[in-house]
């Protein structure tokens, strides 16, 4: 996934990203707070981690907020006529000290969460909300931008100026700027309040992860799981003060290994109960009331802006455009994968019947079982493919397939010379092939307390070429589990496509190529952003990723050709499992949303809106309601969920791109794909883009292909319908 301004958890958040950049050469008397000051140092100046402090956050965040204040004051106030370059490109030059703060913020709250940066989240986040209301409700300066939004076809605007007008009057629009006086103060009462109850829904999934874990004292509850599996909870444990035990956290990256591996059925179960009561074991960290009264503001906030309902205004500016059609698309997947379900439980029920288990396949049953039937329908062992997936050797191949798909070389930055905010952390410079500086890259790969779960992009500083050439910083963060000291890293498969798939992102950030920050790399429409990379994670599986760093961390050699090919054979195995697992949970967000304003009771809707929709009894959601991040610790995926599902369909058609052409390297492919998706940001409607690189739409026919499900008729190649 992708992390936007945390900080903003308000409606708002992608106009202040829009609103706020600027080139603070006007050092200000408070630039003595190093957080404050403008980054300085090689690759166009880095954040000062190694003088930052917690501290610093609050006074920083006042600081940056008064100083765009008083910047966007002025441009409202400017005498002269309202024209792009005092309005728009003025609004873009805002702000650069909150930028920078934010970046640390965020920062903070996501990888070095700990008591005192929660006590400043818990005070800031609805005081950056009222901020941010403050800016959009700015009569005067929303009256200059719609001025310069009339005039945008006549007034000699580039096509990016002009889509940056539209993005930025939109947002206003969208975020109450057209409101009365009274309806802007009540907007703003709910942003706060919001604010307030994500962060307080975010602080308490943490809390149960960091809080509760299955320690284990025998070796001989241990059976089943692989050797790397096993160091790593050693590891864990040892760094909770439990030296010769076992500790899997209540973390993804811990939990799944076991769920895969263990023997033990009680303990597996154990740990899954764990793992899907996140925020909803009762007591101080559970969720539930929280996220009624969260669903209740946000219906209020959609008919207080004139939409009918929260899903509605979120997708007015979605690829997607509006809830049915993200709702079509969700349902034309449902009906195969829950069939595909029944048939790969049938498998695993069958093999449990074979062994004599006498059980009937539950939820802490299904990746267990899966395996084993990988095993016996492809011969394919999950354990057999780990010791070649060592992560250094993967972060190389992730290079490689940089260079030859970007153009784009990676070399280590002296520590030295760049100050990161944990020892985990390293900095790689990326240059062109004229050795021209492209950006940085922050790499932060292993789980830690108070780092959240999952894995993640982050854009430190975005592309932007406007008022000098600023280079872009992004990084890209997971939650591996720490070998012991000097040996590999083992990663499992899918873990492996998610890094490649954080590295899309990446690619993403480093690929832009426009003039202002506010439609810069990926700060595109949510449904589109997962697209890239989507995309890059097909790569692992090529043969020249795979020949040249999926080497055995003993041997050395590389995977075996036979093993590749049951991999690929493998391919749409447990296709059923991974897309039901996504979709419940893509679609009890979209239904929870379009529920209007009646008071929900979030375990009770979620139990019988899925039993409506005939969700299998052997899978749970991979998010449930009250640890529902991406849903309820911001508005950022809020009833866009399904963008995954949606930015899937465009991955696969792309992919076929490559394959109908000269294969996965195609030089004239790539260059397309360059041109009109990685490096344009949100200067181009991102269904235009789409178009100029494939010529035509995507229909829903390659993401069917992809997972292994059958072809609606009406899905197939030759029709892809054109605009
Ligand atoms: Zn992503």
């Known amino acids: 996934m992708l992390l936007k301004s945390i900080v903003a958890g308000a409606a708002v958040a992608a106009t202040l990203a829009a609103a706020a950049s600027a080139n603070a050469a006007n050092a200000a008397p408070e630039a003595a707070l190093p957080i404050t000051a403008p980054w300085t140092g090689p690759f166009g100046g880095v954040p000062a981690f190694d003088r930052v402090t917690v501290e610093q956050l609050k006074p920083g965040l006042e600081i940056g907020m008064a100083e765009q204040l008083a910047e966007i004051d002025r441009i409202a106030a400017d005498p002269a006529a309202p024209t792009f370059e005092n309005t728009i490109a003025a609004m873009e030059r805002s702000g650069r000290t909150l930028d920078r703060v934010s970046t640390v913020f965020g920062i903070y709250s996501s990888t070095l969460n700990d008591e005192a940066v929660q006590a400043v989240e818990r005070e800031m986040a609805p005081r950056l909300a009222e901020f941010s209301d403050r800016i959009t409700q700015n009569e005067a300066l929303f009256k200059r931008i719609a001025a310069v939004y009339e005039a945008r076809g006549t007034s000699g605007l580039t096509p990016e100026q002009q889509r940056l007008t539209w993005v930025i009057y939109t947002d206003f629009a969208r975020s109450g700027a057209k409101l009365d006086a009274a309806a802007k103060q009540q907007l703003s009462a709910i942003n706060q309040k919001l604010a307030s109850l994500y962060t307080k829904f975010s602080q308490n999934v943490l809390a149960d992860e960091n809080d509760q874990q299955l320690v284990i004292e025998s070796e001989a509850d241990l059976a089943g799981l692989p050797e790397p599996v096993r160091a790593g909870a050693a590891q864990v444990a040892a760094s909770r003060g439990k030296a010769g035990q076992w500790v899997i956290a209540n973390t993804r990256s811990s939990v799944e290994p076991f769920l895969t591996y263990a023997d033990r059925r009680d303990l597996r179960e154990k740990v899954w109960r764990m793992f899907v009561s996140r925020g909803d074991n009762g007591g101080a960290t559970d969720n539930n009331a929280i996220i009624t009264e969260i669903l209740q503001l946000r219906a209020e906030r959609a008919k207080l802006l004139g939409y009918e309902t929260h899903a509605h205004w979120r997708l007015e500016n979605s690829m997607a455009k509006n809830p049915a059609r993200a709702m079509e698309l969700m349902e034309a997947v449902w009906t195969p994968a829950v069939a595909r379900v029944h048939e790969e439980v049938a498998d695993m029920q069958a093999i449990a019947d074979k062994e004599g288990a006498g059980i009937r396949i539950e939820p802490w049953d299904y990746r267990y079982y899966a395996e084993k039937v990988r095993k016996a329908k492809y011969d394919l062992d999950e354990t057999e493919i780990t010791p070649y997936l060592q992560l250094e050797n993967l972060r190389e191949g992730m290079f490689y397939m940089a260079r030859e798909l970007f153009g784009f070389h990676f070399k280590p930055v002296d520590p030295a010379k760049v100050p990161v905010y944990h020892p985990d952390v390293r900095v790689w410079e990326v240059n062109d092939p004229q050795g021209k500086l492209v950006g940085l890259w922050y790499f932060d790969p292993y789980a830690r307390k108070g780092k959240r779960s999952g894995a993640w992009m982050n854009a430190y500083r975005p592309q932007e070429r406007f008022d000098g050439d600023v280079k872009t910083i992004v990084s890209n963060n997971s939650n591996f589990v720490k070998g012991k000291p000097g040996e590999p890293v083992l990663i499992s498969w899918k873990d492996a496509e998610t890094l490649f798939h954080e590295f899309g992102h990446a690619l993403h950030g480093l690929s832009s190529n426009v003039n202002y920050p506010g439609v810069s790399g990926t700060r595109v429409a949510r449904d589109y952003v997962e697209f890239p990379s989507q995309l890059l994670e097909h790569w692992l599986s090529t043969p020249e990723i795979l020949d040249r760093y999926a080497l055995h961390y003993q041997t050395g050699k590389p995977i075996p050709k036979e093993l590749v090919a049951k991999i690929k ?118 269904a235009d883009g789409y178009r100029a690189f494939r010529g035509r739409d995507a229909g829903i026919g390659a993401l069917m292909r992809k997972r292994g499900f059958p072809v609606p008729p009406a899905a197939a190649p030759a029709a892809a319908k054109s605009k």
Do not use: C
């Not at 911001?634 to 000269?662: H, M, N, P, Q, V």
């Open 569 to 686: 054979k493998a391919d749409t195995f447990n296709q059923g499992f991974d897309t039901v697992e996504y979709l419940s949970s893509a679609l009890i967000d979209m239904k929870l949303h379009l529920a209007g304003a009646q008071k929900i009771d979030p375990d009770r809707f979620e139990r019988e809106t899925l039993a409506a929709l005939g969700m299998p009894s052997e899978i749970v959601m991979r998010h449930r309601t009250p640890q529902f991040n991406h849903v309820f610790a911001g508005d950022g995926y809020s009833a866009g969920y399904y963008s995954y599902l949606w930015s899937d369909t465009l991955t696969a058609d792309a992919w076929e791109a490559f394959t109908e052409a000269g294969g996965p390297w195609d030089k004239a492919v790539a260059q397309r794909l360059r041109d009109h998706v990685f490096s344009v940001g949100n200067t181009v409607d991102p």
